[in-house]
């Protein structure tokens, strides 16, 4: 790991206009940080776990693109009028914390889970309560905690 971590943002854009907003505030934090990043777009929320795992396990294979030191997780889920807004909600949350144990990923997670889209523009807006920053931060402070306890990528 080098003293400038590399992010991985990923991104549902299931709502997109809401996406954008969160990965506004996760990418101004890490340029206030310094870290560099890459964005990669999944269509919902059910995807991202995926889309991590499938950064982590590429290193397996193909070792010449630079490791991730650390994952956002961006993306909204506004409930509707089924139960599928309680399986979205358990099962995006379930697998993005799944994948950030077993492989002792510093991971911040931005994904909503709202009632409707007024609660998650309050939540998504870099001028108010800015979620995607939050998530950023939270990811680069957890690659500050894996150095203290000198956890680096194998």
């Not at 309680?86 to 799944?98: I, K, T, Y």
């Amino acid at each position: 790991m080098t003293d400038v971590p590399h992010i991985m943002v990923v991104e549902a854009r299931f709502h997109d206009d809401l996406a954008e907003e969160l990965a506004r505030g996760a990418v101004g934090e890490l340029h206030r940080s310094g870290a560099t990043y890459q964005r990669v777009p999944v269509p919902g929320v059910l995807e991202i776990p995926a889309a991590i795992l499938y950064a982590v396990r590429s290193m397996d294979y193909y070792t010449a693109r630079r490791r991730f030191d650390g994952y956002v997780a961006l993306g909204c889920v506004i409930r509707g009028e089924t139960t599928q807004y309680d399986v979205l909600c358990a099962e995006s949350m379930r697998g993005v914390q799944d994948v950030a144990l077993r492989y002792t990923l510093a991971l911040g997670n931005g994904i909503l889970t709202v009632e409707n889209r007024e609660q998650a523009w309050i939540r998504a807006a870099v001028g108010n309560r800015n979620r995607g920053g939050h998530a950023a931060r939270a990811c680069l402070d957890m690659i500050d905690l894996k150095r203290q306890f000198r956890l680096y990528p194998r």
